[in-house]
T-cell receptor, first 113, second 114 residues
Framework: EPEVTQTPSHQVTQMGQEVILRCVPI?????FYWYRQILGQKVEFLVS????????KSEIFDDQFSVERPDGSNFTLKIRSTKLEDSAMYFC???????????FGPGTRLTVT | GESVGLHLPTLSVQEGDNSIINCAYS??????FIWYKQESGKGPQFIID?????DKRQGQRVTVLLNKTVKHLSLQIAATQPGDSAVYFC?????????????FGKGTKLTVNP
């Protein structure tokens, strides 16, 4: 069964450093998303991406964040100048239809020290 | 405002029993809902979805019920198994035109006792 994959599974970085989280969405999906989950809290939407551009973003997704689809298979989230409060699980999701049936990857645990 | 919340943070059932997990949503205009299962250390796993033009939808061992009158969503799991132990989230897509974001509730932790 097709699935969303994410790398790395765990990323430790120092405050102020840049990180890139990588995702490979399900191959025939056209809509891509990033969510995050701070430990013990609910999953929060960050950004949606379609046709090589951002279609929607939350107030969390400020200038510190960017997304890119560098090739036909990868979808990346870049966090510049990481802060302690960026520590969370970051989930990538994809869907074949806008918003519907979003399938999530296993997540990347980001720890900022 | 847009929010999805859960009545019970934890639910404990015996193996073989039926489980009912509840969810209240605040936006009466939301038209799409999903239930996710999240096991420890893993990403949310799609279980079942329902659109607002339906009251009930069934899958394998799971049924989702939507009561738009009281803005209530429930997930019923038949013959609950130890492998069903997880945190269950309901999520909705708010009715802002063209929105694709899922708004998640806080989750209910289901524990299945053997």
């Amino acid at each position: 069964e097709p699935e969303v994959t994410q790398t790395p599974s765990h990323q430790v970085t120092q405050m102020g450093q840049e990180v890139i989280l990588r995702c490979v969405p399900i191959s025939n999906h056209l809509y891509f998303y990033w969510y995050r989950q701070i430990l013990g809290q609910k999953v929060e939407f960050l950004v949606s991406f379609y046709n090589n551009e951002i279609s929607e973003k939350s107030e969390i997704f400020d200038d510190q964040f960017s997304v890119e689809r560098p090739d036909g298979s990868n979808f990346t989230l870049k966090i510049r100048s990481t802060k302690l409060e960026d520590s969370a699980m970051y989930f990538c999701a994809s869907s074949g239809f806008a918003g519907y049936e979003q399938y999530f990857g296993p997540g990347t645990r980001l720890t900022v020290t | 405002g847009e929010s999805v919340g859960l009545h019970l943070p934890t639910l404990s059932v015996q193996e073989g029993d039926n489980s009912i997990i509840n969810c209240a949503y605040s936006n009466s205009a939301s038209d799409y809902f999903i239930w996710y299962k999240q096991e420890s250390g893993k990403g949310p796993q799609f279980i079942i979805d329902i659109r607002s033009n339906m009251d009930k939808r069934q899958g394998q061992r799971v049924t989702v019920l939507l009561n738009k009158t009281v803005k209530h969503l429930s997930l019923q799991i038949a013959a609950t198994q130890p492998g069903d132990s997880a945190v269950y989230f309901c999520a909705e897509i708010p009715p802002q035109g063209g929105s694709e974001k899922l708004v998640f509730g806080k989750g209910t932790k289901l524990t299945v006792n053997p």
